[in-house]
């Protein structure tokens, strides 16, 4: 069993950053796909970004791709999400998501992911 917990949410001005952070519990974090998803208000769970275990790679929604920025810390058990020149389209709960150990599949839809957090709001104001 994974537990993910989020932090670093807040209220923010167009054109600010603020950077979340996830916190995993278990001993094989290193093996296992993390990425973050956000839910509008009134909208659907969507996709912001991944990264994959096994080589690093990274997976970007267009709308945030040279904006947000996914890095993880191995030895701190903890995936990052940089979120610069935030606009008030991007406000919505964020969610960390983990998946099993060693997957292999598409980390760009929620079915991949076996675990979440609880959410942390990001409010950016116009």
């Known amino acids: 069993q994974v537990q993910l917990v989020e932090s670093g949410g807040g209220l923010v001005q167009a054109g600010g950053s603020l950077r979340l952070s996830c916190a995993a519990s278990?001993?094989?974090?290193?093996?296992?796909?993390m990425g973050w998803f956000r839910q509008p208000p009134g909208k659907e769970r969507e996709f912001v970004a991944a990264i994959r275990w096994s080589d690093g790679s990274l997976y970007y929604e267009d709308s945030v791709k040279g904006r947000f920025t996914i890095s993880r810390d191995n030895a701190k058990n903890t995936v990052y999400l940089q979120m610069n020149s935030l606009k008030p389209e991007d406000t919505a709960v964020y969610y960390c998501?983990?998946?099993?150990?060693?997957?292999?599949?598409?980390?760009?839809?929620?079915?991949?992911?076996?675990?979440w957090g609880q959410g942390t709001q990001v409010t950016v104001s116009s």
């Open positions: 278990g001993r094989t974090f290193s093996r296992y796909n």
């Open positions: 998501a983990s998946t099993g150990t060693y997957y292999s599949g598409s980390l760009e839809t929620t079915r991949g992911y076996n675990y």
